[in-house]
């Protein structure tokens, strides 16, 4: 069976300062945290330590950043992860939903921040994907990996054009 995600982006833009869309911004940094305690101190927590920072690690393989704390920030916050909607992870550690948001922000308030917030679905299906849904490589062992690739290309997805990447060597 081919595994399949599904991403609902929402837009939330909150207006900071303007700046012209000629502008561009090197990316800096990402930084990855849960909402709050209650993902890190549950079965998720435990089944799942590294979550944090397995979804930053995805993010950067993708987008090479600067390091510098002048440049532009992406924040991902995991909001959190369930199976089949219920938050409580079974001891099997199967899920397959998580909600992020993804905040675009410069630390000098050089352009307007914005947030997204995005749901995704890992499920399995043996048929085409119908349109809005990407395609996860079926040598993804599990959902857990299926959910952090595809919460990263999200990010990667949903960025603005006005922040940059460089190449690294």
């Given amino acids: 069976m081919t595994r399949i995600l599904t991403s609902t982006a929402l837009v939330a833009a909150m ?3 303007a700046v012209p869309a000629a502008a561009e911004f090197p990316l800096g940094d990402v930084v990855v945290e849960t909402r709050d305690a209650s993902i890190g101190g549950n079965a998720e927590g435990t089944f799942f330590p ?9 993010i950067e393989a993708r987008l090479p950043t ?3 704390d002048t440049d532009a920030l992406i924040e991902v916050k995991i909001i959190e992860v369930y199976l089949d909607g219920d938050t409580a992870i079974p001891d099997s550690q199967e899920f397959n939903q998580m909600r992020i948001t993804a905040n675009y922000s410069h630390p000098e308030n050089k352009f307007v921040s914005e947030i997204y917030p995005a749901f995704l679905n890992a499920e399995e299906m043996d048929f085409v994907a119908p349109e809005g849904f990407q395609v996860v490589d079926p040598e993804a062992p599990d959902f857990y990996r299926a959910l952090i690739a595809g919460a990263a290309d999200e990010v990667v997805r949903l960025m603005p054009e006005k922040i940059v990447v460089t190449a690294v060597n």
């Fill in 50 to 58: 590294n979550m944090e920072k397995d979804l930053e690690n995805a």
């Fill in 15 to 17: 207006g900071v300062a």
């Fill in 66 to 68: 600067t390091g510098l």
